[in-house]
């Protein structure tokens, strides 16, 4: 038998032990029942203890709200609802919340809780996000850079996986690998005494340079060989034989910066760096086979802005001789990095 039937029943018994105390005959009827819940005013202390409705709140409200005045019971209300949190991204979408309690007043004695949600949320969006660059895998491995003896391949790898966002993080490592290579000897066109040449220097004499005015490095780290002259930022091969030079740059944030390897004024290599919302640094590599007294040096192509030295980067230019030959007709790039 359902709970609800129970409780019409002995409520229908009540009211013939107690509701019809002056009646020379009970009147049994579901009718009698309802008629006594919604209007008449039972002993709240004998209808409890005859029927236990303060320890089963739900049924007795089933048949008559009014039973649970008897006990006290006080439905939940909804408090005011708090304010909306902090978007919960810092860029992109997101969503903010607010809760409200059950607190107004709260639910005592068997009472309803709150009908309806306690937390609402509704979407943020703070932007789009930076997209920080990310590298490509590697390339294969290039050709050798010589036809006898040892030399260098290179393999090159582009920041464009994905290509970063005006705000966004450029990669960050080498874009470009080397690792020695061997072909057959060349004893009969390189020395087997190789002199130390090589040199380093850093610090830009002057970082706004128009189209076509050397870099001069005026800082010297090192010049075995004497070949390098921080007065005309120009490197001169005492020797013939392969070389390799480097450049590494660097141009203010929200800037353009425009350079180029030269050997007796023809280019090498060349380069361009867009500087961000911050300071950018790139670099320029060649090989390239120079007789005695040919000339090496840095070259701007376009009005640029570059970065002073500081503690975390440095404006160099450097180079080494790798093999020296015999002949002293050996102009000519063979490879560029």
């Known amino acids: 038998m359902a709970k609800v039937d129970i409780w019409i029943i002995l409520l229908t018994s009540f009211h013939v032990l107690y509701g019809n105390m002056d009646n020379t005959t009970p009147s049994i009827s579901m009718t009698t029942v309802y008629r006594d819940c919604n209007d008449s005013i039972p002993n709240c202390e004998v209808l409890n203890e005859t029927l236990l409705i303060c320890k089963d709140i739900r049924n007795a409200m089933k048949l008559c709200q009014k039973f649970c005045i008897l006990c006290n019971v006080v439905n939940g209300g909804w408090a005011h609802w708090g304010n ?59 050709s050798c850079s010589v036809t006898c003896g040892a030399g260098l391949r290179r393999r090159d790898r582009n920041c464009d996986n994905p290509f970063p966002s005006v705000d966004g993080h450029h990669c960050f490592g080498e874009s470009i690998n080397y690792e020695i290579c061997n072909e057959p000897s060349c004893n009969h066109l390189v020395s087997t005494e190789v002199p130390v040449v090589m040199f380093s220097a850093r610090n830009l004499s002057n970082t706004s340079l128009h189209s076509n005015e050397s870099a001069i490095y005026i800082h010297i780290e090192t010049n075995d060989g004497g070949g390098y002259n921080n007065v005309t930022g120009k490197f001169t091969a005492p020797v013939s034989g392969l070389y390799t030079f480097t450049v590494q740059y660097c141009v203010k944030a929200r800037t353009v910066g425009n350079l180029e390897l030269v050997q007796n004024g023809n280019p090498l290599q060349r380069g361009e760096i867009v500087g961000a919302e911050y300071a950018q640094c790139a670099s320029l590599q060649a090989l390239s086979k120079v007789p005695k007294g040919d000339r090496v040096w840095v070259r701007c192509t376009n ?35």
């Open 303 to 337: 009005d640029s802005e570059f970065y002073q030295d500081d503690p975390y980067r440095w404006a160099t230019f450097s180079g080494a001789l790798v093999h020296r030959y015999f002949s002293e007709s050996v102009s000519g790039q063979i490879f560029v990095g």
């Open 84 to 142: 909306f949190s902090t978007c919960d991204v810092t860029c992109g979408n997101g969503t903010q919340l607010r809760t409200r309690e059950c607190s107004s007043p709260k639910p005592e004695n068997g009472g309803l809780q709150c009908d309806g949600p306690a937390n609402e949320t509704v979407p943020c969006n703070l932007g789009l996000c930076p997209v920080h660059g990310g590298w490509s895998e590697w390339e294969n491995w290039g």
